[in-house]
């Protein structure tokens, strides 16, 4: 059926490009959409949020918000402008805005409480690895260190693997990181 579609219309005027596990159709003279969808779609989960810890009292905030609105706490958003309002009016109040990707979820007073009742954490998994209590014999080590024998001091200078070499190959990491070439004959 999509064939039958795409070829009812003009090719040389609309591009698919695959974004999100949809087919969406571009101008081709519109790159920069394109370049922004493809953009958004390749990001993992490092997106810019801001992190929220929400406060105690914030279901009565929203709820004080919406009655000054005119809104009852089981009411739904009939037009946009209510909804613009209410949510500027509570971005005002708590300083944490609804996310564009998000606007379309809260349809109603009740969605509303429910997005601001939920924490943000934006820590990486890693970061997140790194503040936990773990076992006493497993300890994270964010940064590597490099075996360098003449400036070791736990193993005396001696490497496991006395003919391999340490090569730093980056240009980024040369300035960090210094290399080592092992010697190739037994002293």
């Known amino acids: 059926m999509l064939r039958n579609v ?3 219309l003009p090719a040389r005027n609309l591009q698919v490009v695959s974004v999100r596990y949809k087919q969406k159709k571009y101008p081709k003279a519109d790159k920069k959409l394109q370049a922004a969808a493809e953009s958004l779609s390749a990001r993992g989960f490092l997106r810019p949020t801001k992190p929220w810890d929400p406060p105690a009292n914030i279901e ?13 706490t089981d009411a739904q958003f009939d037009a946009l402008e209510t909804k613009f309002a ?3 009016a509570c971005f005002e ?24 009742k939920t924490p943000v954490d934006t820590a990486t998994p890693f ?25 070791d001091n736990i193993f005396k200078g001696i490497s496991a693997f006395p003919k391999s070499s340490t090569i730093v190959t980056g240009l980024k990491y040369r300035k960090k990181y ?4 092992a010697k190739r004959s037994w002293p």
């Open 6 to 8: 795409l070829s009812a």
């Open 178 to 181: 210094e290399g080592y070439t």
């Open 127 to 151: 970061d997140a690895l790194k503040r936990m209590e773990l076992p006493k014999n497993l300890y994270v080590q964010p940064d590597y260190v490099r075996f360098k024998p003449d400036k």
């Open 60 to 72: 009565e905030t929203i709820t004080k918000i919406c009655s000054s609105k005119g809104l009852n």
């Open 93 to 116: 109040e708590t300083g944490y805005d609804v996310p564009n990707s998000l606007l379309h979820t809260i349809e109603s007073v009740a969605d509303l409480k429910e997005f601001y």
């Open 86 to 88: 209410v949510l500027k």
